[in-house]
């Protein structure tokens, strides 16, 4: 409803109130001329008008159009009424009408305190001129008088001209503008009252103290000033020249992303479709935040893109003496040489005495992508601040040292959100870098290198990067380094938290990393990316980077030696060793022996460099004087107060994760050594106590355990060690009897076998004895295996057919072969092979020229050239060809060897490493 009236205390006033009697329809309008049925010097008594005591008149004396007008006689002061029915509730609704009013003091507004009204306005003199004011309502029968900032001029307190007033009544969102001489002036003032829902009566009151003309009312759905197609209160024509959509209520869109309304920016004359209406370099939304005219340009000083400082070549100590660099309140931010990032210099902010914004002005290119990098010794606050309407990414450090960032996403107006990170400290440097993109308002914000939060939502639109602004409150003070600002990712960022920079994910892709996902590169998505082994030589990807190795080859240095066990044990893995290595037999089982005999190069001395041996001690020999097998042992000799040891370096298979460890000894009652002392530790531990009883160590409880044997050191004993690098655990036999069984590793982070080491501890001249040493992938055949086979393993072999007769392990006897590949169940476990998958290492070589196939054991079911029926043959590189057969690959190499086969079933895909024979695993 609207309701105007005029003449209360010498004061035009114009209302939309409730409805009336002798209503008309919606759209109506009226000339008020005689043609109509209006005569000068009668009142206006045709419907819907009702003059009442109001004393207005049809006159001819003057009129905005045509001929005619309705006259307030001065001392005169009631209401014109006019009631409407019919009207569609909730629609928008204009009205429309010609005015001469008069103008009143501002005291002699009413006080707003009325039902049933939706929109008010009055008219106040003031310097001569007459304003409009129009109620703000609070949709509660109340509200506030405002001021349109429009004047007109006055002739005896009335208006010299003709004014035109519309109203645009939205009863849907219960909100109205109003346009003065078909110029919009005021937008969203709300409702008075929120209980009506659609328009139904008008009231005009006259001055009183002077005379008040009134001319052609128009109401109704369609905007009287100009073609508005979709109503939204803006004109076609100003939409179609913005770039906006006629036919579409855009008006609280933001096309050009300035954070100013495409209805405010009309109300402004400014460009709906140009963030920068004026040309100034500065956008709209910035001007109006901070004080200048969007609509006329100003000169700022603008830094381009990209753009840094680290305040290392300023002339002066003010700020502002280079970089462009302002700012606003408090003292002007100085220099110094007390604290630096980086360089010699930072600025310091201290706002001891008032709140101190230390500002830079930019030109950037619209609809991109800007990152800014700073570092800062944060002032810490205890209240969340406020932020100005052109700020896009705002953040600050609560007094917890928590960074805390508002999401402009958070329904329904933002909101500051905590982020999870370890508390820092005010006196520490911090990195902060920012990710602001214009294209998608969102913003996201690093924490030293680390993405804490992504996707956030810009505090305001804002189209282009335009300032960076810190403040310092009131009490604080903040040191600033190292400022850079452009369109290019900084270096040494990590999306993902894992540690890897995302230059270096990106460059890796090829290998699974993705910067988006920490735990990308394991297939299983378990391990995280730093962590992540990809060549399984022990080191994570992170480790490698650090220690300088190719984190694709387990052997950087190419030496035999995987990079981890290097690292671990102090070894250098970018420096080539000469070591031994571990050498595979036809079966495909790695393995080295050492019986220190003369046959194998051993000579009766001490034993440091034989054979590649290294020993801390010229008392540790090859000796002649006894020996468990042939004529020759190790010797290892203490004096009173001095170990000694000698150890064996190996280069073992990558992806040997069981390796077994054979040897004779005679060992001499010791001590049990504190291990915690030690630089580096192996995987496992064995000695004998003072009593002579066996001990060995447990990694996971760390703690020396008895094994329950006594060793007769006058006596040769057989010890086998089983190392299981997958899952950090080993076992040991003493003569073939299982003395500890599934103990933790003393050192988790060994990923493969690397040495073998024999100490005799410090004891006044004792001697202990080594002999037939042997490391192997595959178990002794001198232990009996099947004892030790554990139960799921036997079930597997349950379980793979359904129908057979083998219903319990009880059943899987090792002597049986289930699969037929030539091979014992005992056999199969012994080599580490499945019983239920024939001829488990290589399948099948077909030759790509002649067809000719030559196969493993005699196993092969489809001999010959492989035909359709076994999938597309393909040659790679002009060394081997291959062929699918559903589960089974069929393989020919030529001149180059490989080792380790790794394939994709499903989508039979083949990759070999060069390095001895074909091997399908």
Not at 106 to 132: D, F, I, K, R
């Amino acid at each position: 409803m609207f309701r105007v009236s005029a003449a209360v205390f010498g004061l035009s006033l114009a209302l939309f109130t409730g409805p009336l009697s002798g209503q008309v329809s919606l759209p109506y309008e009226t000339d008020f001329e005689s043609a109509a049925g209006y005569v000068p010097g009668n009142p206006p008594g045709l419907a819907p008008w009702s003059a009442g005591g109001s004393g207005a008149v049809v006159t001819a004396v003057d009129s905005a159009s045509a001929a005619q007008s309705i006259l307030f006689p001065d001392g005169v002061s009631g209401f014109l009424r006019g009631s409407f029915g019919g009207a569609q509730p909730g629609a928008v609704t204009f009205v429309d009408f010609y005015l001469k009013p008069m103008a009143g003091s501002q005291e002699s507004l009413p006080q707003v305190s009325s039902t049933e009204t939706s929109a008010m306005t009055g008219v106040v003199e003031s310097a001569g001129a007459g304003w409009l004011y129009a109620v703000h309502g609070d949709g509660q029968g109340g509200g506030e008088w405002q001021l349109v900032p429009r004047s007109f001029a006055l002739n005896d307190g009335v208006s010299t001209n003709w004014i035109r007033l519309t109203y645009r009544l939205n009863y849907a969102t219960k909100t109205w503008d109003l346009y003065l001489d078909e110029d919009l002036v005021a937008t969203d003032l709300g409702f008075i009252d929120d209980v009506l829902e659609s328009f139904s009566s008008f009231r005009l009151k006259g001055g009183g103290l002077a005379p008040v003309y009134f001319d052609f009312f128009y109401a109704g759905y369609d905007n009287p000033i100009f073609l508005d197609s979709d109503g939204d209160g803006m004109s076609d024509a100003y939409e179609i020249a913005s770039g906006l959509n006629p036919n579409m209520d855009d008006r609280y869109g933001d096309l050009d992303f300035d954070g100013i309304a495409n209805i405010h920016e009309f109300l402004y004359d400014l460009a709906a479709g140009n963030p920068d209406s004026d040309g100034d370099g500065v956008h709209d939304g910035w001007e109006f935040a901070f004080g200048g005219d969007p609509a006329a340009a100003d000169n700022y000083t603008l830094a381009a893109l990209p753009y840094t400082d680290s305040f290392e070549n300023h002339p002066t100590a003010n700020v502002t003496s280079a970089g462009g660099w302002a700012y606003q309140g408090g003292n002007e931010p100085q220099l110094s040489s007390a604290e630096a990032a980086a360089g010699s210099y930072s600025v310091f902010v201290n706002a001891s005495t008032s709140s101190t914004a230390l500002y830079n002005l930019f030109t950037a290119v619209p609809d991109t992508v800007v990152w800014v990098d700073f570092a800062l010794k944060p002032g810490m606050l205890a209240e969340e601040p406020a932020l100005s309407a052109a700020t896009s990414a705002g953040f600050y450090f609560n007094d917890e040292g928590l960074l805390r960032a508002f999401d402009g996403a958070v329904l329904p107006m933002g909101g500051w959100q905590t982020l999870a990170h370890e508390h820092v400290q005010s006196d520490q440097w911090q990195r902060l870098t920012v990710q602001l993109n214009y294209t998608t308002q969102r913003w996201a914000v690093y924490l030293n290198g680390v993405r804490l939060a992504n996707g956030l939502g810009f505090a305001n639109a804002v189209p282009f990067f335009q300032s960076f602004r810190m403040t310092e409150s009131e009490g604080g003070e903040t040191y600033l380094d190292a400022v850079q600002v452009g369109y290019t990712e900084p270096a040494d960022l990590d999306n993902d938290g894992d540690g890897l920079s995302n230059a270096w994910e990106i460059a890796a892709a090829a290998h699974g990393y993705d910067p988006e996902n920490a735990y990308s590169a394991d297939p299983t998505g378990m391990v995280r990316d730093d962590y992540y082994d990809l060549d399984r030589d022990g080191l994570g990807t992170l480790a490698e980077l650090a220690a300088g190795t190719d984190f694709t080859n387990p052997d950087t240095d190419g030496d035999g030696l995987l990079d981890g066990a290097e690292s671990t044990l102090g070894e250098d893995p970018l420096v080539a060793g000469s070591f031994n290595a571990l050498s595979a037999d036809s079966n495909g089982i790695y393995s080295w022996q050492a019986g220190f005999e003369p046959a194998e190069g051993y000579s009766v001395a001490a034993l440091s460099g034989q054979n590649r041996w290294r020993t801390d001690s010229a008392l540790v020999t090859v000796s002649a004087a006894q020996a468990q097998a042939g004529t020759q042992s190790v010797t290892l000799e203490t004096a009173a107060s001095e170990a000694v040891s000698a150890e064996q370096w190996l280069a073992s298979p990558v992806g040997a994760s069981v390796v077994w460890v054979s040897f004779y000894a005679k060992l001499t009652p010791g001590g049990l050594p504190d291990l915690s002392q030690r630089e580096t530790l192996g995987a496992a531990y064995f000695t004998t106590d003072e009593a002579g009883t066996l001990h060995v160590y447990d990694g996971g409880s760390s703690q020396w355990l008895d094994a329950g044997l006594a060793v007769n050191a006058a006596n040769w004993m057989r010890f086998d060690v089983r190392l299981d690098y997958a899952a950090k655990t080993w076992s040991l036999w003493a003569d073939a009897t299982e003395v500890a069984l599934d103990v933790g590793f003393a050192n988790t982070a060994i990923a493969g076998f690397t040495r073998v080491r024999f100490e005799q501890l410090s004891q006044s001249e004792s001697q202990g004895f080594i002999d037939s040493l042997r490391v192997s992938t595959a178990m002794p055949a001198e232990l009996s295996p099947w004892g030790m086979v554990p139960e799921d393993w036997k079930q597997a072999l349950v379980d793979a057919d359904d129908s057979d007769a083998i219903t319990s392990t009880a059943q899987v006897l090792p002597g049986d072969d289930y699969d037929g590949d030539g091979l014992s169940n005992e056999e199969e476990f012994r080599q580490g092979k499945s019983p239920t998958v024939a001829d488990a290492d290589v399948l099948y070589y077909v030759s790509a020229d002649t067809g000719n196939d030559v196969y493993y054991n005699g196993l092969s079911l489809y001999p010959g050239q492989p035909s359709s029926l076994h999938g597309p043959k393909a040659t790679l590189s002009g060394v081997f060809a291959a062929a699918a057969d559903e589960s089974r690959i069929l393989v020919q190499a030529s001149s180059i060897a490989y080792d380790e086969t790794t394939l994709n079933l499903n989508g039979k895909n083949l990759t070999l490493r060069p390095n001895g024979d074909v091997t399908l695993r």
